[in-house]
Each structure stands twice: as structure tokens, then as C-alpha cells.
């Protein structure tokens, strides 16, 4: 499916939607475009084209073997009995091997037959004797009085599931899509019983077929959701880091014709944002696409409400997009996948529900490969604000209507200042870190020169000279100095 991203706004044309072989019924990109019953149509034809190759292949090899043996037998001539016996027992076990990988790749192997399913089903299964929990005690409730309401062909509804529960319990070692294709083809056969068989009206068809997809699908559900055994986790992971990448969009980068500022319209915008959010704690694929659809009807109103007008196509896809970058829903990609698989295909293919739901996929498709061209944006400004190194200027006040809203032109005006703030924050921080370092060198500096100069030049302490005898101690070497002064009194 093509989109395509205008000044006017993102715009899909709605024969896009739908299944690219022409049958009316919607498209889905994770059916390569095609509705559920063309692309069942598709991979069973893939699938014998496989299965035929693989027959011609083993009937290739058989013949060689046997030419090879006959070659071999006809350069040894006569050869004694108990070597012909052994020639024999080995020809007959390359035969049994041949046979063996003919019937590997043959369609009944794969699938199995009928009568095996029916002898393994009869085995007790620990996973349907296992404590149940409350949620499918009571969804199981739920279906045994809805049943009651038919007499015979309840019973024989209730029958058919069981044996389904039953037979899928030993099918868990098959891939996602073998086990995929199981649960449509019970679909399938069950709504054909019905209308066939039980003459059943359609509108109480759709209705029975909801409750088993309830029933089943609330116990198969911790075995399909998300198995390990494919990348729907490593997509879950992808998307969520894409989305985040992308926080700084702004609606008037997508034209989403919503006001926020009109209270009625943000809460429908939140109200929207926690549906698609509810979706992955739901685990019947029917109620997954009934949050999608209520999210999809919250984004309608919020648009009518803006414009005072009906919403289109054209408005709903954009709004959808900056709903979901907003939300950031948890496992994305597992939830889609899993209605996908899971989900009854009549769902899909037709209603609001399996509209809403193709728009979503639509949603998701552009969401990953988005770039500047789909926000009228260059490519240094998209580099730019990806990285995180900026993001989008807010509107200037020059660009503001005259009646535009006081509050809303002050709110951008602090919202400008404090970017600024921060940038200067960052700035100081990364000038005091700078100036940190220059210190610590400093000091190492220092100390470096003072350990070098000292290592250069020791100190060294001298021992203290002797003390100055005392002026009147005895001087046993100056003997020789003549005696002291003695006072003498004059008579006058």
C-alpha cells in the first residue's frame, strides 16, 4: 500500500485498503495486500507448488538410486548367496528410506490425517485438565449457556471445540502460521456446518462464531501470543525505539486537523490514546479490534468537533498516526500480528472493524518508514531532531492568528525561555566540567614539578654546632688573661 505524504496531509486512497486482487473485501499489509480468504488461496497454491517440488525431487533421487544399484549390479556379475541376500536387504532399506522422504514432504504428513487427529484428541490433555484460571472458568461459563440456546446444534458445536482445544494442544510444536491456518480452517469448516447443515441464519452465525473465537482463543492465548519461536517480540522492541525517536513530531508536521486546546477535543484525544493502550491487555482477538474501533471513533469526534464537520478519510488516517506516536501502545506489532492469525477472517475483510483495523496497519507502515519528505522537512533538520541534538521551534509570535488565545502564546513563550534556560545549563555544565579538569591538571602539574625538584635536589640536615661556653665559666685555657678589675675607693 503506497502512502503518500502532502502539504494538504497524508492521504491514502481508499481502493488501496482494499484487496489487491479485486474481490471488494479489505486488504491487509501482513497478507501482502491481500483479504484473508485470497491469501489463504495464495499460500495454499504456494504451498502444493512446494509440496510438488519437493515429490519431483524425491522421485529424482529414487531413480538415481536405482540406476545406481542396477550399475553396480550388473559390473559384479555372479556373486554369491549369502552377498545377494545382503545386496537385497540393502536395496530394500534404500527403497524404505526413499519411500520415508516421499512421504515427509507429501501434503498428507504435513497436516496429518483426519483419523490420526481424532485417536491423539481422545488422549487426555494436561493442558485442558489443568487448573483453569477465573477469567476462562468464566469465559468457559459464558459459552455453555450461550450454547444451551441451540439444543442439538449447541451440542454439537461444544463437541467440535472441544475436539479443536484438544488436537491443538498436540500441534504446539508447528510453526505460528501452521497453527495459524488450523484455527481459519475450524473456522471455516464450523460457519459452513452451520450454514449447510443447521440451516443456520447468518446474523446467528456471526454470533456463535464470536463466542467460539472468545472461548478458544481465551485458552490457546499464552501459547499464540508472542511465541518465542518468531521475531514478533524483536518488531515490538523496533517499533517502541521508532516511536520514542520520533516524540518531537507535531501535529501540524502530520496536518491533523484536531485542536487540543477545546477541552471536549483532548479528551477524546486521551480517551483514544487509552483504548489503542487497553487493546494489549485484552486477550480475545475480537475485543483487541473493539478498542481499535473505539479509538478510531474517539479520533472521528475529535474531528467533527474541531472542523464542526463530519471528519474523512483523509483527516482520520493523520489523526490515527499522531495517536499512536503520542500513545506509544505496548507490543504493537505482537497485537497485530495476533488478530492477524487469530482473528475470524469475516471480521477482517469487512465492516468498521476490519476498516479500522487496516488503517492502523496502514498507520504503523508509515510510521517506519517515515522521513523528511513526509513532514515537509529537509534532511538536516530531520538528522537533527532525530539524534536529539534540537528540536522544533515553537510558533513565533508573530505567526499567531489575531484571536489566538493569550494563555497559548504565553504558554509557547515560557516553553521558548525555558529551552533556552536549558541550553544555557548545558552549557555552564559543560564549561564547569572543563574548568574541573583543568584544575585536577593543574594540581597534578604541581605536584609532579615538586616530587621532580625534590628527587633533584635532596634535603639534607646538618648535625647542630657546639654551644658558646659562658663569659664567666673557669677557662682553664686562657689562663693567661689578667685577673679582673678590682673596685677601688679614693679618699677625698
Known amino acids: 500500500m503506497s502512502l503518500k505524504s502532502e502539504r494538504r496531509g497524508i492521504h491514502v486512497d481508499q481502493s488501496e485498503l482494499l ?11 501482513a497478507w501482502q495486500g491481500f483479504c484473508s480468504k485470497c491469501w489463504r488461496e495464495e499460500y495454499h497454491k504456494a504451498r502444493q507448488k512446494q509440496i510438488q517440488e519437493d515429490w519431483e525431487l524425491a522421485e529424482r533421487l529414487q531413480r538415481e538410486e536405482e540406476e545406481a544399484f542396477a550399475s553396480s549390479q550388473s559390473n559384479q556379475g555372479a556373486q554369491s548367496l549369502t552377498f545377494s541376500k545382503f545386496e537385497e536387504k540393502k536395496t530394500n532399506e534404500k527403497t524404505r528410506k526413499v519411500t520415508t522422504v516421499k512421504k515427509f514432504f507429501s501434503a498428507s504428513s504435513r497436516v ?11 488422549a487426555p490433555s494436561p493442558s485442558i485438565n489443568r487448573q483453569t484460571s477465573i477469567e476462562t472458568d468464566r469465559v468457559s461459563k459464558e459459552f455453555i449457556e450461550f450454547l444451551k440456546t441451540f439444543h442439538k446444534t449447541g451440542q454439537e ?21 501452521e497453527q495459524s491456518e488450523c484455527t481459519q480452517d475450524f473456522y471455516q469448516n464450523v460457519a459452513e456446518k452451520m450454514q449447510t447443515r443447521g440451516k443456520v441464519p447468518p446474523e446467528r452465525v456471526e454470533k456463535i462464531m464470536d463466542q467460539i473465537e472468545k472461548y478458544i482463543m481465551t ?18 522492541l523496533a517499533i517502541q525505539k521508532r516511536i520514542r525517536a520520533l516524540h518531537w513530531v507535531t501535529p501540524q508536521m502530520l496536518c491533523v486537523p484536531v485542536n487540543e486546546e477545546i477541552p471536549e477535543v483532548s479528551d477524546m484525544v486521551v480517551k ?27 479520533i472521528f469526534n475529535a474531528i467533527k468537533i474541531t472542523k464542526n464537520e463530519p471528519a474523512s478519510a483523509d483527516d482520520f488516517l493523520p489523526t490515527l498516526i499522531y495517536i499512536v506516536l503520542k500513545g506509544n501502545p505496548p507490543r504493537l ?7 492477524t492469525r487469530f482473528c475470524n477472517p469475516s471480521r477482517l475483510m469487512t465492516g468498521e472493524d476490519g476498516y479500522y483495523f487496516t488503517n492502523l496497519c496502514c498507520a504503523v507502515a508509515f510510521i517506519e518508514k517515515l522521513d523528511a519528505q513526509s513532514l515537509n522537512l529537509n534532511q538536516e533538520d530531520f538528522d537533527r531532531y532525530m539524534s536529539g541534538q534540537t528540536s ?47 584544575l585536577i591538571d593543574w594540581t597534578d602539574g604541581i605536584a609532579k614539578e615538586v616530587q621532580d625538584i ?7 640536615i646538618k648535625p647542630p654546632n657546639q654551644p658558646l661556653a659562658a663569659i664567666d665559666s673557669e677557662n682553664v685555657e686562657n689562663d693567661k688573661l689578667p685577673p679582673p678589675l678590682q673596685p677601688q675607693v679614693y679618699a677625698g
Open 112 to 122: 496429518g490425517s483426519k483419523k490420526a487427529e481424532i485417536q491423539e484428541a481422545k
Open 157 to 177: 458445536i461444544y463437541k467440535q471445540t472441544k475436539l479443536f482445544l484438544e488436537t491443538m494442544h498436540y500441534k504446539r510444536d508447528l510453526s505460528i502460521e
Open 392 to 438: 522544533p521551534r515553537k510558533q513565533e509570535s508573530e505567526s499567531w492568528a489575531p484571536d489566538a488565545c493569550l494563555g497559548v502564546k504565553q504558554m509557547y513563550k515560557n516553553l521558548d525561555l525555558l529551552s533556552q534556560l536549558n541550553e544555557r545549563q548545558e552549557r555552564i555544565m559543560n564549561e564547569a566540567k572543563k574548568l574541573e579538569k583543568d
Open 19 to 29: 484487496c489487491k486482487k479485486g474481490c471488494g473485501y479489505y486488504g491487509n499489509p
Open 333 to 339: 506489532q505482537s497485537n497485530i500480528q495476533y488478530i
Open 272 to 298: 483514544a490514546i487509552t483504548d489503542i493502550i487497553e487493546m494489549d491487555s485484552k486477550r480475545v482477538p475480537r475485543d483487541k479490534l473493539a478498542c481499535i474501533t473505539k479509538c478510531s471513533k474517539h
Open 219 to 236: 485458552r490457546l492465548y499464552k501459547y499464540v501470543f508472542c511465541p518465542e519461536t518468531t521475531d514478533d517480540e524483536k518488531k515490538d
Open 454 to 460: 625534590v628527587e633533584k635536589y635532596p634535603l639534607e
